[in-house]
Nanobody
Framework: QVELVESGGGLVQAGGSLRLSCAASERTFRKYAMAWFRQAPGKEREFVAAISWSGGSGRTWYADSVKVRFTVSEDDAKNTVYLQMDSLRPEDTAVYYC??????????????????WGQGTQVTVSS
């Protein structure tokens, strides 16, 4: 069982930045993709960003609403994935979840692609 632990959430003013971290508990975990989703109050959980590894290189995906502003990256030595969030807006307020899968070929922007989920971290952006 792989455990994912998010950190880095908090309260920030509009235009500010935060960096979220997602640490996986097992270094031997053979991950295909890791992703960030978010859920705002009263809304469905939605895809934010993902990074996948196929053939040894990382590839990234972003929701249109966060392109240019958010960057997903990973530190393989620390078994950690990051979400750098810049130019934050009040509409970015949500609980952010990281997720992972080891199954190659799944569609990375779909929730059902992921087998493991973190507990979530709150991000609040004030106007």
């Amino acid at each position: 069982q792989v455990e994912l632990v998010e950190s880095g959430g908090g309260l920030v003013q509009a235009g500010g930045s935060l960096r979220l971290s997602c640490a996986a508990s097992e270094r031997t975990f053979r991950k295909y993709a890791m992703a960030w989703f978010r859920q705002a109050p009263g809304k469905e959980r939605e895809f934010v960003a993902a990074i996948s590894w196929s053939g040894g290189s990382g590839r990234t995906w972003y929701a249109d609403s966060v392109k240019v502003r958010f960057t997903v990256s990973e530190d393989d030595a620390k078994n950690t994935v990051y979400l750098q969030m810049d130019s934050l807006r009040p509409e970015d307020t949500a609980v952010y979840y990281c997720a992972s899968t080891s199954v190659i070929g799944r569609t990375v922007y779909l929730e059902k692609a992921y087998d493991y989920w973190g507990q979530g971290t709150q991000v609040t952006v004030s106007s």
